[in-house]
Every structure is written in structure tokens, then in C-alpha cells.
């Protein structure tokens, strides 16, 4: 279907109305070539040959993330309204603490914008 850099894609099939791809890609180590297929249906990816995953996994909640992967907590919030009412208080109490955060980085921002100011002060302050 389409190359890219040392790179092949190729769809290989559809998800609903997602098409899934296969990559196979070559090493930039050594002269072996792995393949990775998309895997819509658990929003991930499958390692199908010549490589093993090597990354960190997390729980979404620890991050303040949905889990996307809990489909019966979206259909009770779908088809529950009380449940979906308990929700939002919870969502309004993380946006205003979101909010909150989002104040401090900007202000934070505002002050280092002009980065020469902050550039002649910090050499101000190293000079002997």
C-alpha cells in the first residue's frame, strides 16, 4: 500500500469500518526486519515478529486518564442517569482543579516569555 522511509505498510484487513495495517520495518541496528499490526479493537498494537515490547504500562486512572478499555463503565454512564449525574460532579471537581493548574502553568509561561529578559538576568546573576 504505501512505503515509507525503511518502512512497508500494507492493510491487511478492517476492524468495523477501521482498516488495520502492517508495518515491517528494518532495523537501524542490524540487518533484521520486524512487523507491527494495529490493533484498533484494544486501541494498541500487536508485535508480530522479530521484535518484544519494551515500554513502561500504566493504569489509565493513575494518570487522570479514561480507560477506554472498561466498555461496561461507558455503557452504565450511557443508559444510567444517575450514575452518569454522580460522574459529572467528579468531572467538575478535576476541571476546576485542572483549571487551577492550568493558571500556574501559564502564568508561569508569561513570565519566561520575553526569553531575552530572562536571558540578561540569568547572566546578570553569573557575572562576577
Not at 519494551?54 to 486518564?65: A, G, H, L, M, N
Not at 477506554?68 to 442517569?81: G, M, N, R, V, Y
Request: glycine share 2%; hydrophobic share 30%; with cysteine.
Amino acid at each position: 500500500m504505501g512505503v515509507r522511509y525503511n518502512a512497508e505498510k500494507k492493510k491487511i484487513g478492517m476492524y468495523y469500518t477501521t482498516p488495520l495495517y502492517e508495518f515491517r520495518m528494518k532495523c537501524h541496528l542490524c540487518d533484521n526486519y520486524f512487523v507491527i499490526r494495529t490493533d484498533p479493537k484494544n486501541f494498541d498494537y500487536e508485535l508480530v515478529e522479530g521484535c518484544t515490547r519494551q515500554e513502561k504500562r500504566f493504569e489509565p486512572s493513575e494518570i487522570d486518564q479514561v480507560d477506554t478499555a472498561d466498555s461496561a463503565f461507558s455503557h452504565k454512564l450511557a443508559a444510567d442517569a444517575m450514575f452518569k449525574t454522580e460522574h459529572q460532579e467528579d468531572d467538575k471537581s478535576k476541571a476546576t482543579n485542572d483549571e487551577s493548574r492550568m493558571e500556574k502553568i501559564e502564568w508561569v509561561q508569561e513570565r519566561l516569555r520575553d526569553d531575552f529578559a530572562a536571558n540578561q538576568a540569568l547572566r546578570a546573576q553569573f557575572r562576577v
